[in-house]
């Protein structure tokens, strides 16, 4: 029987022998971005791959997931390496979609890359693993063009509003145990961090309606939605103080409509709100918070408000049992002294939250060569062999650990992990996170 170590060694060699072609997928998807739920192309060039690889692949899932199994010698557990499809829109972006304004600003290019990477590194040892593998491209990470994805909605084209969430809902992770994918960060040291902790999050959408009226000749035959939707945030921003540290609440907000003409009074203004929170309880206290305040604005000016709250993202908790198998790897790999086993909280939220909720997942982040901030003009992968080189080794060495010797590896991490929530618990979970109320302010 070969030992793990010398499994792991074929692996290494086999993608340092693919590094070239790993490393021009990663350039290639960056410089050809489409974001969520729009990445046709994108998946057409994962599925090249699975094909050239010889692998049978099924699409089209939640729209442009590709999804490929390979076998091993027994069916004992699947693992699955995810990589992202999408992209965010930040047209003065260096590698932006002249047309679309689309960017890999956060670095999922490479996130697919090391999917592939880890994949041709895993291929020549399947027939010595106790388990399967499943190659997963997966669209809409980021919760970017929220009208057009409220629009799929409405027409019963898809439920959630990012790609591992709906996912999950058709039923595409039922058939895999336990999940591994690695983001992009900084520039260097550490090149590679273990695992960290991320807040969940809440959109809410909002609508006040009072009434128009002249301006100058007879403003008060009118009821100003702009103001009332004004006094709303300063209600919003009276609550933060009575928000727990330890909770990690964020609320942001965008004004996306204040009127039609200075001339007028207002008789509709919307907003745009985002919550974020530690844990879902703190999601629900902060929602319930923001939403009285909202009733605040339209009371004190007698207009209606329609406050309809949808599901961003769920938090996230890797599971450290699976990160501790990771992380042995890439020290193995890197040494000691470039990893960083926990690199704190993050006020920042993913989808691999909601997936941490059905199975375990580890997160692990590696260096991509570019110190400037994530999202921004600025950031884009400059180093794909840090970025997804790296990267498909340390996440190909764990499936080995994972899934050699009868699978034991995968049912330590089963049994240490602890209990999930099944299919239908999880969705009913987002549902009940989700709401329309409509309120009127003139109401005694």
């Known amino acids: 029987m070969t030992s793990k170590d010398e499994l792991k060694a074929r692996v290494c060699a086999e993608i340092d022998r693919q590094a070239e072609r790993i490393v021009a997928f990663g350039d290639e998807i960056m410089r050809n971005p489409e974001t969520g739920f729009?990445?046709?192309?994108?998946?057409?060039?994962?599925?090249?791959?699975?094909?050239?690889?010889?692998?049978?692949?099924?699409?089209?899932?939640?729209?442009?997931?590709?999804?490929?199994?390979?076998?091993?010698?027994?069916?004992?557990?699947?693992?699955?390496?995810?990589?992202?499809?999408?992209?965010?829109?930040?047209?003065?972006?260096?590698?932006?979609?002249?047309?679309?304004?689309?960017?890999?600003?956060?670095?999922?290019?490479?996130?697919?890359?090391?999917?592939?990477?880890?994949?041709?590194?895993?291929?020549?040892?399947?027939?010595?693993?106790?388990?399967?593998?499943?190659?997963?491209?997966?669209?809409?990470?980021?919760?970017?063009?929220?009208?057009?994805?409220?629009?799929?909605?409405?027409?019963?084209?898809?439920?959630?509003?990012?790609?591992?969430?709906?996912?999950?809902?058709?039923?595409?992770?039922?058939?895999?145990?336990?999940?591994?994918?690695?983001?992009?960060?900084g520039a260097g040291d550490p090149l590679a961090t273990m695992s960290g902790t991320a807040n969940g999050s809440l959109i809410k959408r909002v609508r006040f309606v009072g009434r128009s009226a002249h301006a100058g000749n007879e403003p008060w035959s009118a009821v100003n939605a702009s103001k009332a939707l004004t006094l709303a945030v300063s209600a919003v921003d009276a609550q933060r103080e009575t928000f727990r540290d330890s909770d990690m609440v964020r609320i942001s907000h965008l004004i996306t409509h204040g009127g039609e003409a200075v001339s007028a009074i207002p008789g509709a203004a919307e907003m745009e709100m985002m919550i974020r929170a530690r844990t879902v309880e703190a999601m629900e206290d902060a929602s319930r918070k923001v939403d009285r305040a909202l009733r605040a604005g339209s009371v004190a000016l007698g207009a209606e408000v329609e406050i309809n709250t949808v599901t961003g993202y769920l938090p996230l908790v890797p599971d450290e049992p699976l990160v501790d198998v990771v992380d042995a790897n890439s020290r193995d790999m890197l040494g000691d002294e470039h990893v960083l086993r926990h690199g704190g909280h993050l006020g920042s939220s993913t989808d691999v939250g909601d997936l941490g909720r059905v199975m375990p997942v580890a997160h692990p982040f590696a260096a991509s060569g570019n110190d400037a901030p994530m999202h921004s003009n600025g950031y884009f992968v400059r180093d794909h062999v840090l970025a997804a080189v790296n990267p498909a080794k340390f996440m190909a060495m764990s499936a080995v650990d994972l899934l050699a010797d009868g699978a034991s590896g995968a049912e330590e991490v089963i049994r240490d992990s602890g209990p999930k929530l099944g299919r239908d618990d999880y969705v009913a979970l987002r549902r009940r996170l989700d709401s329309v109320r409509r309120y009127r302010g003139d109401e005694e």
């Open 38 to 185: 729009r990445e046709h192309d994108t998946a057409r060039r994962v599925i090249k791959q699975f094909v050239d690889m010889g692998l049978e692949y099924r699409s089209g899932l939640a729209g442009t997931g590709v999804k490929a199994r390979m076998p091993g010698r027994s069916r004992r557990r699947t693992v699955s390496i995810l990589g992202e499809l999408d992209s965010l829109l930040i047209s003065d972006h260096p590698y932006a979609d002249p047309g679309t304004g689309a960017a890999h600003a956060c670095g999922h290019n490479a996130m697919a890359a090391s999917m592939l990477g880890a994949g041709l590194g895993l291929q020549p040892v399947m027939d010595e693993l106790d388990g399967d593998v499943v190659l997963f491209g997966v669209p809409a990470e980021e919760c970017i063009e929220l009208d057009w994805r409220m629009a799929l909605r409405e027409a019963g084209d898809l439920e959630f509003m990012l790609g591992k969430a709906e996912l999950i809902r058709l039923g595409e992770f039922d058939d895999i145990d336990m999940a591994l994918i690695t983001h992009t960060e």
